[in-house]
């Protein structure tokens, strides 16, 4: 039992530059779509990158730095990144999720929860792709997915007040 949620500890979540003690910001529904995506995958999911704070700069292209320096974006991976599509294409049913990247030569997928047209995206060396139809089959991205608008929401209780 994490001290945030079932799997996860806050320290997960915490800036990890060195230089601002482990400063804390993250959206708690961020943290319960990891629960979920876990317990479907039935495999740790790993957080590569959460909340940074403004003394960092991050080499992801684009505005991804301030949505992780509001704590509404989550970098992660799983210990099998074969299942990588598979998880990109569960996260596409979330209507929570507006920012979705896959980078598939750092195994990785960047999800946030901007306020703001949903986006969807590819990496191809670290440049930022629309996520084209022939993108997605050339990645085993299948055919798009659209959000689930009846799936409820994504709750967790919380232990600890952050
Ligand atoms: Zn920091
Ligand atoms: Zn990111």
Not at 68 to 79: E, F, M, N, V, W
Not at 98 to 103: A, C, Q
Not at 132 to 144: D, I
């Amino acid at each position: 039992m994490g001290n945030l949620s079932e799997h996860f500890d806050r320290d997960i979540f915490a800036c990890k530059c060195g230089g601002c003690r482990g400063e804390l910001k993250i959206s708690l529904t961020l943290v319960g779509i990891l629960e979920d995506v876990w317990s479907k995958f039935n495999q740790p999911v790993l957080v590569k990158r959460a909340y940074v704070c403004d003394q960092i700069e991050i080499e992801e292209p684009g505005p991804k730095r301030n949505y992780h320096g509001s704590g509404k974006a989550l970098d992660i991976t799983l210990p099998d990144v074969g299942l990588l599509p598979e998880v990109f294409r569960y996260l596409e049913t979330f209507p929570e999720i507006s920012g979705l990247g896959y980078d598939p030569d750092n195994s990785y997928i960047h999800l946030d929860l901007r306020e703001k047209e949903p986006v969807k995206w590819l990496y191809q060396r670290r440049e930022e792709k629309p996520l084209t139809a022939e993108l997605r089959a050339r990645y085993s991205l299948g055919s798009e997915v659209s959000a689930d608008r009846s799936k409820k929401s994504v709750t967790i209780d919380i232990p600890v007040e952050i």
